[in-house]
Antibody, heavy 118, light 109 residues
Framework: QVHLQESGPGLVKPSGTLSLTCAVS?????????WSWVRQPPGRGLEWIGE???????NYNPSLKSRVTISMDKSKNQLSLNVTSVTAADTAVYYC???????????WGQGTLVTVSS | QSALTQPASVSGSPGQSITISCAGT?????????VSWYQQHPGKAPKLMIY???NRPSGISSRFSGSKSGNTASLTISGLQAEDEADYYC?????????FGGGTKLTVL
């Protein structure tokens, strides 16, 4: 069973860069899967951020595309998410997940809260 | 892109059946059989309940079923139980990206 664990700073200053990693165990990110990031502002709904394939191809939410980069480190079996020029609107719980055919997120990490504040 | 449209809330009594709708467009729900449904309890990560419109992952009760007609997908929960009280989100592939619904709060009376 694949296990995902997000980590990173819980507090980021406005206009700064939010950087998170997602450690994957129980499966290789080099296998035939896509991996996604999803976020959820406090008290609000889910928002899809983007995805990366096992070969490194990426797709992003059109509304976030200019500020988001998703990458992978196969040697560490982990994913990374960078969001630049953050504002308070980027405050959210950030989840990483593994996709299956027909669903962007079949297996989820526990999520990590990132607050954007000075 | 716009979020898929779900009712803000639905409710039902134990043992009853409820259906949650998820309205999209011909660019997402209507064009791809990649609709999924997620259940989220407070403070917890979402859990996949339905994928590929009408498929249940291993371990998910047969009380949960999914369907699609045109640009609208639906999640039906039969034999409502207290533990079903949660937020539910639909999600659809939209050609190069995925889009979620706004979420529906299910209350079991």
């Amino acid at each position: 069973q694949v296990h995902l664990q997000e980590s990173g700073p819980g507090l980021v200053k406005p206009s700064g860069t939010l950087s998170l990693t997602c450690a994957v165990s129980g499966g290789s990110i080099s296998s035939t899967n896509w991996w996604s990031w999803v976020r959820q502002p406090p008290g609000r709904g889910l928002e899809w951020i983007g995805e990366i394939s096992h070969t490194g191809n990426t797709n992003y939410n059109p509304s976030l595309k200019s500020r988001v980069t998703i990458s992978m480190d196969k040697s560490k079996n982990q994913l990374s998410l960078n969001v630049t020029s953050v504002t308070a609107a980027d405050t959210a719980v950030y989840y990483c997940a593994r996709e299956i055919i027909g669903a962007t997120a079949a297996y989820w990490g526990q999520g990590t809260l990132v607050t954007v504040s000075s | 892109q716009s979020a898929l449209t779900q009712p803000a809330s639905v409710s039902g009594s134990p043992g009853q059946s409820i259906t949650i709708s998820c309205a999209g467009t011909s660019s997402d729900v209507g064009n791809y059989n990649r609709v999924s449904w997620y259940q989220q309890h407070p403070g917890k990560a979402p859990k996949l309940m339905i994928y590929g419109v009408d498929n249940r992952p291993s371990g998910i009760s047969s009380r949960f079923s999914g369907s699609k007609s045109g640009n609208t997908a639906s999640l039906t929960i039969s034999g409502l139980q207290a533990e079903d009280e949660a937020d539910y989100y639909c999600c659809s592939y939209a050609g190069g990206f995925w889009v979620f619904g706004g979420g529906t709060k299910l209350t079991v009376l």
